[in-house]
């Protein structure tokens, strides 16, 4: 039984089939979580948990070799790699606390200077951001652009430029560039940040400098 997600209880969890139903187990002791196989949750603690646990566990690494300028970077992806990056796509695009902990845990690399992390899973971000199907609803599309300026301010036309993402690629990728940029010049200002997200900021633009 694989470990899959971090449950409400923060205990290691996997799933096991039995006469066609799903069950949840404790790795550390066999013990059936209550709350997954209780039904004791709404859909949006599920997808967080699960999405924490994605982010958190490091396994974006064996995604991001599939994906570059916010799309796929070959014409075949493995099943379980594809997945991975829908189950990642979905985590990210239904639950704004996952998109919040994926903001954040790419300054916090780019902080840290852990360069590897801060692409690999700023890499995935874009391809979410650049998914056509979650365009379609436009007024929800701005608002979580307008989330991800909150985090990279206008830093975010450098990094753009950096991954390669820009209004020349196909449809999906450009209606992402040409909305930030929307963004940044008609409706964005500089908001006050704290301390640390100065930092951050400035963190990445050093990181961004060093890959010229």
Same mark, same amino acid.
């Given at each position: 039984m694989e470990s899959l997600l971090k449950c409400p209880h923060g205990l290691a969890t996997g799933c096991e089939q039995r006469q066609g139903l799903k069950i949840y187990r404790h790795l550390q002791d066999g013990a059936a979580c209550a709350l997954l196989n209780g039904l004791q949750l709404t859909p949006e603690e599920i997808l967080l948990a699960m999405g924490q646990t994605l982010v958190s566990s490091g396994s974006c690494a064996a995604l991001a070799p599939y994906v570059r300028?916010?799309?796929?970077?070959?014409?075949?992806?493995?099943?379980?790699?594809?997945?991975?990056?829908?189950?990642?796509?979905?985590?990210?695009?239904?639950?704004?606390?996952?998109?919040?902990?994926?903001?954040?845990?790419?300054?916090?690399?780019?902080?840290?200077?852990?360069? =590897?992390?801060?692409?690999?899973?700023?890499?995935?971000?874009?391809?979410?951001?650049?998914?056509?199907?979650?365009?379609?609803?436009?007024?929800?599309?701005? =608002? =979580?652009?307008?989330?991800?300026?909150?985090?990279?301010?206008?830093?975010?036309?450098?990094?753009?430029?950096?991954? =390669?993402?820009?209004?020349?690629?196909?449809?999906?990728?450009?209606?992402?560039?040409e909305e930030v940029c929307f963004q940044l010049k008609y409706e964005y200002w500089d908001r006050e940040t704290g301390t640390d997200r100065q930092k951050q900021r400035l963190a990445v633009k050093r990181l961004l400098e060093s890959r010229k």
């Open positions: 300028c916010g799309e796929l970077a070959a014409s075949y992806v493995p099943p379980q790699v594809s997945t991975a990056l829908n189950e990642f796509i979905l985590f990210f695009h239904e639950c704004s606390e996952v998109r919040q902990l994926v903001y954040q845990t790419v300054l916090t690399a780019a902080t840290g200077g852990d360069v =590897k992390a801060f692409e690999e899973l700023l890499e995935l971000t874009l391809f979410a951001l650049c998914y056509a199907r979650y365009q379609e609803d436009a007024r929800t599309y701005k =608002k =979580k652009i307008r989330e991800l300026l909150a985090y990279f301010g206008t830093e975010l036309p450098d990094i753009l430029t950096a991954f =390669k993402i820009d209004s020349s690629r196909q449809t999906a990728v450009s209606s992402f560039y």
